[in-house]
Structure formats: structure tokens, C-alpha cells
């Protein structure tokens, strides 16, 4: 059947009659899942089976245990642990899989525009509920000559890192290499220190001293170097403060040369180009050899979200993520057809909307506040002429936190942003100033950590969501739902439960649990680190796969070396 631009729309799959299970299924709705990331995978360990004919489309036919790719970059894993066939994961539903990527959804038609890789081939998709879960992309910042250097996102960065490693070690051994160009070689250079930052140069480290010097002349360990450069004045600054200078001492004490307050200017064949930020706040163009060059600085709009979002123009508002409201429904999108979930998607903070009711609540309302003596009844006129001094607009940021915990990240951009809505540094911003302050807010920050931990939790939540939306029709009375929202009929809006994120920082992992809670450990850590990963694989295949790993490493040191 012909669809828009005379394109094919996918009827029937291949193997939809390869069993009378999934033949059955060819009548139920069509449930579309893009990506086989996090939040997908975490959304088909959920769904009930027989509920949807389920169909994934991802360019990539496997999913990535990430967390563990700085491990298996530097050979402490082996990749395959940190794999899983798509296809094994989407046979429990009886699902379907193509290895394509989508690049347009048409929203009123119901159809996703879907591109073979490599190729100009082009066809439809229908669904009648479509998940987005096609992640984010690497923050390129604009940073010019990035092809010299190598990234970490999927498995075959992580092959490409590791042979660069062991070819830069061999060619460091050669007669024929002068003493400059061997410390070139073995200057290792990461440009940000995120998680992935800086447990790569932690891996990198730890394997350079365990265990080089058993294959390789000792020479060698006096020759390597580990730089980090950082546009903040700290690394893992996502994190706990207290975590956050625990491994800022360790690298110190390991001779990892951090680079502070620079920004990567360019990057040429083997040398970074920045810029550091002086103590007296002159600015110094640097520049430092590598052999190899890790960009991480972080996260990007995928291209498929970017045109979700342009195609939706009228409703979504930030520009880094796909909004969604709080039961994940895309916003812009006909209500109940489309979700977004993992690191493309945001939980709209609406901190503009409500603005108005804030103050009035936590300002105004506040017993303090001199209208409280003035007025009883608090006018929108009252708002509208209220000024807010720097703290007051803090005290209202600390209150809108607790009670929105979605908003808390975003609200930390605040005090970052106040100067330039106070042109004339009054030391305080009227209502006006105070609402466009907090619509910047909304656009600019997502509500929620790019992290596998979050993606998973969403996954998690659509995928009982989906099932429990099958049974809605025999559960439900009309009476139930209010305004045609049957999502908000049968699921609680989705909550995101922090469960501390991890970094492994050099034979010791560092966590962040639940904010007031922090946890800075030794070789305690490490197990318990691993340990965790350990519950979250996805089968039992790459449990053992994993714990084959470490105890392979234990026994015999890295595979990169032997
Ligand atoms: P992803 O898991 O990235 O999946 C996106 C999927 O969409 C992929 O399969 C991709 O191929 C596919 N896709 C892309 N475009 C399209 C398209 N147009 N059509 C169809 N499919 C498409 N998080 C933690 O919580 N803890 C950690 O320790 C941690 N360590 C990390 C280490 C590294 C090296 C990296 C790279 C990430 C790490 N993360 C960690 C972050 C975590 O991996 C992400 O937050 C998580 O993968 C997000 O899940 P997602 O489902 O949104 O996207
Ligand atoms: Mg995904
Ligand atoms: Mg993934
Ligand atoms: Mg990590
Ligand atoms: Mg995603």
C-alpha cells in the first residue's frame, strides 16, 4: 500500500505468521518502541505479554550495558558481556524487531518515516502507541577537529579505544621512536570529567599500574600521563560535594593531571588546544600531546528528537528534550498515542505557568511578607507589583523544590541566571523579570539526570502503564475518567526515585545516594559497586558473562595485555 510521498507502509512483518501466538497477535494494537536502549529494554521487561503486537526499530540490534563501557574500553571486560541481542529480548513478547531508524513520526496519520542505515530506502510504519526512546548524542560544543578524537557511546567505540591503546603501547616500544614521541603516545588526554570521564581515566590508570609492567619494559610507567581537562572548577560536579573533592584528592595523589577551569579550544591531530582560567582570572592558551584523546563533555539532542520537537513547535518548549507531561505523554502530541522516555524526553517543570501561584503562595502568603498587613485578600494586581530581593526569590526556589522535586535541578540554574534579569543590579526582580527568569529555566534545563538509572525507571513505568491500559476497557467504568484521560484513570503520574548514581574512581567506587547521604569507600566499594551492576543485568547470560570477567581480571589481569 502506497503511503505519503508514494513510500510503502509496512503491513505485515516477515514473521508475523511464523507461530498461531503471533498470528493472534496481528489484531491487537500496534504498540511501536523506538531504541534499544535503557528505556526501551527496561519497557519490555514490563509489558505483559499478548497485550500489543510490538514492534522496536533501532539502528542498533543490540542493547549496551553502558555503565560498564569504560571497563570494557580499557579491556577489564569483555564486550560481549556488556551486549544482549535485541531480538532474544523482544522474542518474550512475541515482538518484532527491525534494524532501521526513524526519521519523522506524522502525528495525525499515526506514521513513523523510517530509513534503512546505509541506504536511501525509506518506508512507513504504523502504530497505534509509540514510545520514543532513541537516547541523546554526544555534545560536540562546536569544538573543531573532533575526528581526532574518540568517543565512548557505543560498542565499537569501545573497540576502537581499546586497539588504540595497545597500538600506541607497542608502537611506544619501538627503537625507532624518540623519547618525545613515545610521551606523546603515552599522554592520555580526556576532555571532561563526568562519570564516563573519569572512570575512563580511573580504568586507564588502574590498568597502567596493575598490570602494564607484567608484559611491558617498566620504562614505560615513568613515560604515561593522564590529563583531564574541565570547564568547572570541579570534577563529577553533578555529584555530592564531599564525592566530588574525595576524587579530586585521589587523582591527585594518583599524579592525574587535572585541568581546571579550561575549555577545549580545538583539537588537532595529536595535541588539545584550551584555554585555563587563571587564579586571577586571566585567560591562558595551552595546549597538551596525546595518543589518544577521549571527548566526553556530555550530552546532546538526538536528531530524531530534534525534529519531534521541531514538527510540535507550538506546544514543546525546551530545547534540549522532548516535553512530556507527568504520565510521560508527549505534549503537543493527540493525547494517549505518543510517549517519550530516557535521556531524549523531559518532564515538563511548567515553573513560568505556575508562577503566579507560587509567589503568591510562598511570598505573599508568607507571614512575613509585608502585603500580609496590607491586604487580606491577595490580588493577581498584588502579584503583579510585587518585588522579590535575591533571597526571597531563593526562599521561593527552596520551597517550589520541595514540594516539585522534578524542578530541584532545574531550580540550581537560578542564581546562575538572576544577573541578567537584574540589568540594573537592584538586588531584586519584579514580577515580570521573576517569570521570564523562570521560563528561561523551563527551557534550558531537563528536569531529570541523563542517566541509564532514570531511563529504566521510565522504561519500567510505560511498560505497566501499557499493559494495565489493555485492561483498562474491563477495569474502567465511564466514570472513571475525567476529560477523556484515561492514562491519568489508571497510573499515578510517573516518579523518579533517586537511587545514587556511581563512578568508580581508581580501586574505589564513589556514590551518591539520596541527597544528606554520601558514601566515600575503599575497596568495599568496589565489590559493592559491582555488586549493584550485578542485580541490574539484564539476563542471567550476562551476569555470568560479567562475573566471568572480574574473575578473569583477578586471576590473570587484563585482556588488553595478554
Ligand atoms: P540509549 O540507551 O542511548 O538508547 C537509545 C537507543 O535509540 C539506541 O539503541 C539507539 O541506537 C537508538 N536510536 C537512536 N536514534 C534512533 C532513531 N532515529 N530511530 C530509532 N532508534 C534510534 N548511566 C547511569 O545511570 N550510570 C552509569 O554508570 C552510566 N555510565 C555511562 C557510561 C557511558 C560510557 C555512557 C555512554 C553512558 C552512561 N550512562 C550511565 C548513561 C546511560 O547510558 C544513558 O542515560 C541511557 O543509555 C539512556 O537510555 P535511553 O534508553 O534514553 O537511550
Ligand atoms: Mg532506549
Ligand atoms: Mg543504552
Ligand atoms: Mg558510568
Ligand atoms: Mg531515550
Known sequence: ?????????????????????????????????????WGSVGLLGNLDKNDYDVTVISPINYFLFTPMLPSAAVGTLELKSLMESIRHIVRRVNGHYLEASAEKILFSE???????????????????????????????????????????????????????????????????????ERKKLLSFVICGAGPTGVEVAAEIFDLLNEDLTRSFPK???????????????????????????????????DQIDLLTN????????????????TASGEIETKSVPFGLCLWSTGVAQNPLAQQVVKDLAGSQKN???????????????????????????????????????????????????????????????????????????????????????????????????????????????NFDQVKLLMKEVDSKVT??????????????????????????????SINDIVDGDIDNAIARPFKYRHLGSLAYIGNSAVFDFAPGYSFVGDIIAVYLWRSIYFAQSVSFRTRVLLFMDWLNRGIFGRDILT
Open 1 to 37: 500500500i502506497g503511503g505519503p510521498e508514494n513510500l510503502p507502509i509496512l503491513t505485515d512483518h516477515l514473521d508475523s505468521f511464523d507461530s498461531p501466538a503471533k498470528e493472534e497477535l496481528r489484531r491487537k494494537p500496534h504498540l511501536v518502541i523506538l531504541g534499544s536502549g
Open 110 to 180: 499515526k506514521l513513523i518515516k523510517v530509513k534503512v542505515p546505509g541506504t536511501d530506502q525509506r518506508f512507513y510504519v504504523p502504530y497505534d502507541k509509540l514510545v520514543i526512546a532513541v537516547g541523546s548524542t554526544s555534545n560536540t560544543h562546536g569544538v573543531k577537529g573532533l575526528q581526532y578524537s574518540n568517543q565512548l557511546k557505543t560498542a565499537e567505540d569501545a573497540v576502537e579505544i581499546r586497539r588504540k591503546i595497545v597500538t600506541n603501547l607497542e608502537k611506544a616500544c619501538l627503537p625507532t621512536t624518540s623519547d618525545e
Open 219 to 253: 620504562i614505560l610507567r615513568q613515560e604515561i600521563s593522564i590529563h583531564i581537562i574541565q570547564s568547572r572548577s570541579h570534577i563529577l560536579n553533578t555529584y555530592d560535594k564531599a564525592i566530588s573533592e574525595y576524587a579530586m584528592k585521589r587523582f591527585e595523589h
Open 262 to 277: 579550561s575549555r577545549v579550544r580545538e583539537i588537532l591531530p595529536n595535541q588539545v588546544i584550551f584555554d585555563q582560567k
Open 319 to 429: 530545547k534540549r528534550a522532548i516535553e512530556t507531561d507527568a504520565q510521560l505523554r508527549v505534549i503537543g502530541a493527540p493525547l494517549g498515542d505518543v510517549y517519550a522516555i530516557g535521556d531524549c524526553a523531559t518532564v515538563r517543570t511548567e515553573l513560568a505557568e505556575h508562577c503566579s501561584d507560587y509567589v503568591r503562595k510562598y511570598i505573599i502568603g508568607s507571614q512575613s511578607h509585608k502585603f500580609i498587613r496590607s491586604h487580606h485578600i491577595i490580588t493577581d494586581d498584588d502579584i503583579k507589583h510585587v518585588d522579590l530581593t535575591y533571597n526571597e526569590l531563593k526562599q521561593l526556589c527552596t520551597q517550589i523544590s520541595q514540594m516539585n522535586p522534578l524542578a530541584a535541578e532545574a531550580l540550581s540554574l537560578v542564581e546562575e541566571l538572576v544577573p541578567k534579569y537584574d540589568p540594573e543590579g537592584r538586588k531584586k526582580l
Open 447 to 476: 528536569s531529570l539526570p541523563a542517566t541509564a538509572q532514570r531511563a529504566n525507571q521510565q522504561g519500567k513505568y510505560m511498560g505497566k502503564k501499557l499493559s494495565k491500559l489493555r485492561k483498562s476497557s474491563t477495569t474502567l
